[in-house]
């Protein structure tokens, strides 16, 4: 894994799911450490990018019990921890069905809510975004980590520390 920074974003290159999954695990520790409830992961990217991979080590940071699995036909998981984790998969749903979904009180709740496919959203004004890309390796990612609000660029810069200290 390597990273390069960025006035308010941080690239990461991860060359196996299991780097990505390191990464999130890293943000995880982070947010777990600062106690950030009411926090928001956006996460973009094409099918197969490794979003859930990231969420995956994202739930081991925060010590959020429960195998992560991608939540496509259920649209919200929710593992519980010291800081739970919920997981939002947004690729089938249209603008018309996200008010029954009460993602608004989730998000504003007493976790930690990542969601993939979030374009379809609007988001809080404090938040984390996750833009995942393929590189030319069957393996290969780039993460784009960027921050919006003050809460998540002191999130991102700690875990800009963790990432630069591998």
């Known amino acids: 894994m390597s990273g390069e920074t960025g006035a ?3 690239v990461v290159h991860t060359g196996s799911p299991d780097e990505t999954r390191a990464l999130g695990t890293a943000l995880g520790r982070v947010l777990r450490a600062r106690g950030a ?9 094409p099918l197969g ?6 969420v995956q080590g994202l739930a081991r ?3 959020a019990g429960g195998y992560v699995r991608s939540p496509t036909f259920i649209l919200v998981h929710h593992y519980p921890g010291p800081l739970p984790l ?7 749903i ?5 008010d029954a979904l009460g993602l608004e009180e989730i ?6 809510t990542a969601i993939e496919w979030a374009a ?20 290969a990612r780039t993460l784009r980590i960027g921050a919006r609000g003050e809460r998540s660029r002191r999130i991102l810069d700690e875990l800009r520390s963790c990432v630069s200290s591998r």
Not at 94 to 98: A, I, V
């Open 107 to 112: 998000m504003e709740g007493d976790g930690v």
């Open 37 to 45: 409830r009411g926090a928001v992961v956006a996460l973009t990217g």
């Open 86 to 92: 919920y997981h939002v998969d947004l690729y089938r």
């Open 94 to 98: 249209g603008p018309s069905d996200l």
């Open 61 to 63: 940071g925060l010590g």
């Open 49 to 54: 990018a490794g979003k859930t991979c990231f």
């Open 120 to 139: 379809a959203l609007p988001l809080p004004a404090d938040h984390l975004s996750v833009q995942f890309a393929f590189e030319t390796d069957d393996a």
């Open 8 to 10: 308010g974003f941080l």
